[in-house]
């Protein structure tokens, strides 16, 4: 990997060029001499091959198939290149995946039912979690770290189970029908398992740490003395919230959005576990096309649009990212 | 930024709270009812705990999952601790920003976009070079390693930058070389953080569904496609109990990072006030 350039910038960006003893120079001792020469080249290269093998190439295959055909075939799709007979070289490109997801209204109707399930979802959580986020940073310090674990915990406790203790509280038999007969508000139980409702349940219960955790990293470098200055000029403190917090966690309520926006809109545990077949979501389309129908044609394409939809979202919330990483 | 907390935003934080535990506790209650449907109660019992523990299939799960975890954990994160020290530390290199953006991008692609890739790229490699010729442990533990380590860098990133280049222009100042700076100096002091993105990428594989449904094989069931095969049919007693053990084993692993990340916090400003003669 001696194509990766090292420019100075640091205090360790000067490569040591080490005098050993070249006297019974051994296989090892220059192998440990190579890489004490070139350990910053190795120390890239190794995440960086990983990368480029495992998360980058596969969008290029999977873009590779949306524009081949079904075929019985394993795997089962048409090839792209092929040597035909006589020595011939063709390549078969066919945009019949995007044309069959882009003119069928299932498919339109799943991205914008998606987009509209995910955009909600992630205004819920902003407005559930910017208080939450808030009331702990204006916490004493004591409490501060103790409610921070509080909220940390769920989101390091299994995805899957949390999904399913809503599956619990919603049932038609659930804790909630059952305790709101008990005390007889109803007579019959609400039908709220498998409805759009318990999905956005669902996905404001599971997305939430990603957007207060966030929130509350950009809170907690806030200076408190502006919102002094402004109380100390007359503001009162609604004002003072929208004038100067408001604006000043602009870069926090972005990440925020974007941690809970991007994968709800993919999500496909949740409209299946808590949506049933009744709530139409493109990550359940992309893994039923691709597990039951066994189309990977149509389930690489699906997948390709939705990239597409996602793309500018995931390189602002990069820039974003790079942003808060370099910060001193 | 602290003091005052209004009555409005100790109300938030209340309900914030009761929201996120409520289903959770409910859920450990009734894996110790007696009765076969979960939401009638049929008074106090552990007999769903011992109808798991002499399921095969959950054991045999459980193993898998637990190997799985451990040495993607291992790997990711070895590997996040060179991703993370090459972005923070190493300045400027060709190939930074596309490095950069291969780094952050697992953290919010849609799972169902990098299971169907992954899978596609092993049944390509398997035509191309006849490797991996089965799907199971080996494909899902590389799935899980590729977005792990983006986990750990993002840790390992964070704590680079927080513990500043101080010791290290010292070490540097006394006449220790850059590869003795790192093995001496920068390593050490990364360690709670490499511990807390050990942790991270250990949970993170042992909750994955979805990457794994697409990439495993016949034959490789992990913890969370087992469960999700039971759940998918409805509540189950046995499940609650399932997920109780979980929900405790993940809790007292969580609670133990956060001490020891925040107390390598606050031996940071500890060490800053000293390094600014306060």
Same mark, same amino acid.
């Given at each position: 990997m001696g194509a990766i350039k090292l420019d100075a910038v640091d205090v360790m960006t000067e490569i040591p060029i080490l005098k050993y003893n070249q006297n019974g120079s051994s296989i090892i001792q220059s192998l440990m001499q190579r890489i004490q020469r070139h350990w910053r080249a190795i120390v890239i290269a190794i995440p960086f091959l990983w990368l480029l093998l495992f998360f980058l190439a596969p969008f290029f295959i999977v873009a590779k198939i949306s524009l081949a055909e079904l075929a019985i075939a394993s795997p089962p799709f048409t090839r792209m290149i092929e040597w035909t007979e006589g020595g011939i070289l063709t390549v078969r490109i066919v945009f019949d995946n995007f044309r069959y997801i882009l003119s069928d209204s299932l498919y339109f109707d799943t991205y914008v039912n998606s987009l509209k399930i995910s955009v909600t979802s992630t205004f819920l959580c902003l407005l559930l979690g910017y208080p939450i986020a808030y009331a702990i940073v204006r916490s004493g310090p004591v409490a501060r770290p103790i409610l921070l674990?509080?909220?940390?915990?769920?989101? +390091? @406790?299994?995805? &899957? &189970?949390?999904? *399913? =203790? +809503? !599956?619990? &509280? &919603?049932? /038609?038999?659930? @804790?909630?029908?059952?305790?709101?007969?008990a005390i007889g508000v109803i007579d019959e139980p609400i039908h709220m398992l498998y409805t759009e409702f318990a999905v956005y349940?669902?996905?404001? *219960? @599971?997305? !939430?740490?990603? !957007?207060?955790?966030?929130? *509350?990293?950009? !809170? #907690?470098?806030? /200076?408190?003395?502006?919102? #002094? =200055? =402004? =109380? /100390?000029l007359g503001s009162r403190p609604t004002n003072t919230f929208f004038k100067v917090t408001l604006p000043l966690t602009t870069p926090g309520i972005i990440a925020g959005s974007l941690l809970v926006f991007i994968p709800a809109t993919? #999500? *496909?545990?949740?409209?299946?576990?808590?949506?049933?077949?009744?709530?139409?979501?493109?990550?359940?389309?992309?893994?039923? #096309?691709?597990?039951?129908?066994?189309d990977w044609p149509v389930a690489a394409a699906v997948a390709i649009v939705l990239l597409v939809i996602l793309v500018v979202p995931i390189i602002i919330f990069q820039h974003f990212q790079g942003k808060a990483a370099e910060a001193p | 930024m602290h003091g005052k907390r209004s009555q409005f935003l100790t109300f938030m934080l209340s309900v914030g709270l009761a929201f996120f535990y409520i289903p959770l506790i409910l859920l450990m209650i009734y894996?110790?009812?007696?009765?076969?449907?979960?939401?009638?109660?049929?008074?106090?019992s552990v007999r769903w705990y011992e109808v798991l523990l002499q399921s095969e299939e959950v054991w045999g799960a459980v193993a898998l999952s637990l190997k799985i975890a451990f040495v993607n954990a291992s790997v990711a994160t070895a590997l996040g601790m060179l991703a993370g020290l090459a972005m923070v530390r190493f300045g400027k290199f060709r190939g930074r920003t596309l490095f950069g953006g291969m780094l952050v991008a697992p953290l919010?692609?849609?799972?169902?976009?990098?299971?169907? %890739?992954?899978?596609?790229?092993?049944?390509?490699?398997?035509?191309?070079?006849?490797?991996?010729?089965?799907?199971?442990?080996?494909?899902?533990?590389?799935?899980?390693?590729? $977005?792990?380590? %983006?986990?750990?860098?993002v840790t390992v990133q964070a704590r680079l930058t927080?513990?500043?280049?101080?010791?290290?222009?010292?070490?540097?100042?006394?006449? %220790?070389?850059? $590869?003795?700076?790192?093995?001496?100096?920068?390593?050490?002091?990364?360690?709670?953080?490499?511990?807390?993105?050990?942790?991270?990428?250990?949970?993170?594989?042992?909750?994955?569904?979805?990457? %794994?449904? $697409?990439?495993?094989?016949?034959g490789a069931t992990t913890l969370p496609i087992l469960i999700f095969s039971r759940i998918r049919v409805g509540l189950r007693p046995d499940i609650n109990a399932l997920a109780t053990i979980m929900i405790l084993f993940i809790a007292i692993c969580v609670t133990i990072a956060a001490i020891l990340l925040f107390r390598q916090q606050r031996q940071d400003k500890l060490n800053q006030k000293f390094a600014e003669g306060n």
């Open positions: 674990l509080l909220i940390i915990l769920p989101f +390091w @406790t299994s995805f &899957l &189970l949390r999904v *399913y =203790a +809503w !599956m619990g &509280l &919603l049932a /038609d038999q659930g @804790t909630i029908n059952n305790l709101l007969i349940i669902g996905i404001v *219960y @599971t997305y !939430m740490p990603f !957007m207060i955790l966030p929130l *509350y990293a950009n !809170m #907690e470098k806030l /200076d408190g003395s502006l919102n #002094e =200055a =402004a =109380a /100390d993919g #999500e *496909y545990v949740i409209p299946d576990l808590l949506g049933g077949g009744n709530v139409q979501m493109i990550g359940r389309v992309l893994f039923n #096309e691709f597990s039951r129908n066994s | 894996s110790f009812n007696e009765s076969k449907l979960v939401p009638v109660w049929g008074g106090w919010v692609m849609p799972e169902v976009i990098t299971g169907l %890739a992954l899978l596609v790229l092993f049944i390509s490699l398997k035509e191309l070079v006849g490797w991996p010729d089965q799907r199971g442990f080996t494909t899902i533990t590389i799935a899980h390693i590729t $977005f792990s380590l %983006a986990y750990v860098a927080g513990m500043g280049t101080t010791m290290e222009e010292a070490a540097a100042d006394l006449g %220790a070389k850059p $590869f003795k700076v790192l093995t001496a100096i920068t390593l050490p002091r990364l360690t709670p953080a490499l511990l807390s993105g050990w942790l991270l990428a250990f949970t993170l594989s042992l909750d994955d569904l979805v990457i %794994a449904s $697409f990439v495993t094989g016949p």
